[in-house]
């Protein structure tokens, strides 16, 4: 379809017989050679739009994926998924290739969890299990992903770090992975850098992590809804900014949260929002707009 061209930049590619994701992987290869060739330190940074909507026919897997039972949806999603697959290892042989593996760190991660709640075949809010709900949930099924790191020299192959971190710690890291100092930026960075954790992968989980949404996605589910959230050790606090509900989860021992502890541990959930609150007080966070109240929704523990 041509809407899978709407990439800039992947003129060269139209009118072949080629899949958006192997043309990405292409072009990603190129400009590494580039690099490489030229003698000049890179960042590359990929974006596959696989694994997301619109799903489309990879022809290179579809049909194995139907022959095995899957539904023409289905046989879609994990052809994407197997395209991503084959992407990451060719990018990884072209730095064999290329002879600068050894030189190069690899990080992995996704922006969301899975799809769950809606344009997937079979039960919504499943498609993540043993995690609860997806893409658009404060539960773990939404802002839990899988992350991979390679660094030659430095990450031991087959290691595990069971320890967490956000999005916003990649940017110190990668600062510091290139040897930046005292890095000048307009806004304050927020996050840590975690090469501690790729050199050592020790210590507790002793910082909050917290999230905010204060937008209506769309569709409904567990975890779905305009919220705050807050992360400390094995404890996670969602506030639903609706009806400034509270749903307390101990993730270590209820990794799939089915047992909202909210009502059992009053002072753990008011210890934890005064947390939440002092971040949101702190980066000055917009809360939306209460209706009927004329008036922005709370903050939590207020």
Known sequence: ADRVWDVPGLEHYHGQDIFLTEALT?????????????????????????????????KRYYQK?????????????????????????DILDNLERLGVADNTVVLFMSDNGGLSAHGRSGAPHTHNAPLSSGKGSAHEGGIRVPMLARWPGVTKPAAVCARYLIIEDFFLTILEMAGVKAAKTVQPIDGLSFVPLLRQAAGRDDRPLFWHYPNNWGPKGPGIGASSAIRLGD?????????????????????????????????????????????????????????????????PGA
């Not at 799939?256 to 980066?283: C, G, I, K, M, Y």
């Open 65 to 89: 994926y139907r022959d095995a039972g899957l539904d023409h949806t289905e046989a879609m999603y994990a052809g994407l998924v197997e395209g991503m697959d084959k992407s990451l290892g």
């Open 235 to 299: 404890w996670k606090l969602i506030y639903y900014h609706a009806d400034r509900r509270y749903e307390l989860f101990n993730i270590s021992e209820d990794l799939s949260e089915t047992r909202n502890l909210a009502a059992d541990q009053p002072r753990r959930v008011a210890d934890l929002a005064a947390h939440l609150r002092d971040f949101l007080e702190r980066v000055a966070a917009q809360m939306p707009l209460d209706k009927p109240a004329g008036k922005p929704v709370p903050l």
């Open 26 to 58: 292409l072009e990603a290869n190129r400009l590494v050679a580039e690099a490489v060739r030229d003698r000049v330190p890179f960042f590359l940074y990929m974006a596959h739009y696989a694994v997301h909507v619109p799903f489309a026919e990879d």
